[in-house]
């Protein structure tokens, strides 16, 4: 069983600030680890600053003139800070974007292949790491040769996983991979998430508004509020914890609470008062 304390930090975000166009402040100290080989979960609402901590960490904030002011973001013990999105990605760390991007008007499979345009193994490596993506994803190889922009929801969020999976990443970096699917492709998309973990060893730090599965499959937990880490733990602990259960997952000791009492009483939410 994976202990979050008996293994490797991989990632160490200590006491970030994020502000953007010079003036407004979106992360307040934000504070988190990943350790090698487990998945940690990054959740809270919409808006709490969860995507704008990924783009922190992959050094994407400066194309939406956002930027790290304050704090250090450490990878292997190496401060990542001046390193550029492209060489980040050669040292082992991708972002999947929120949203599935996809090109379009290529293939699928040719949207798994732009994943290795950095590698320089060999076409046989490559041709390998192919197969092994159509194992994790077979409704791709059933869709190899279709356009990605036809392809649905679902089918384009495995294709930008697939797409990080093809650069043999260390570390992936989810944004939001449940957004707009229905629930049965949550589970699944979920699923593969824990199959490539155990199998590939790759680590996952994810973001994601759906607590309730987020946390069963995930390792380690941090919930954001308002650009702050307001909640951290083991993701068991977190799916006990009578906050969590009332805020996030809309049910309290007296059982499930309607959305009104749970909106209601998040007002008295104790570490915001």
Known sequence: MFDADRTETLLDVNNIEVIYNHVILVLKGVSLTVPKGGITALLGGNGAGKTTTLKAISNLLASERGEVTKGTITYRGENVADLNPATLVQRGVIQVMEGRHCFEHLTVEENLLTGAYTRRDGSAAIKRDLEMVYDYFPRL?????????????GEQQMVAMGRALMSRPEMILLDEPSMGLAPQLVEQIFEIVKAVNEGEGVTFLLAEQNTNVALRYAHKGYILENGRVV??????????NPDVKEFYLGMSDEGRKSFRDVRSYRRRKRWLA
């Open 141 to 153: 190889r059933e869709r190899r040769k279709s356009q990605a922009g036809y392809t649905s929801g």
């Open 231 to 240: 909640m951290d733990g083991p993701a068991a602990q977190l799916r006990e």
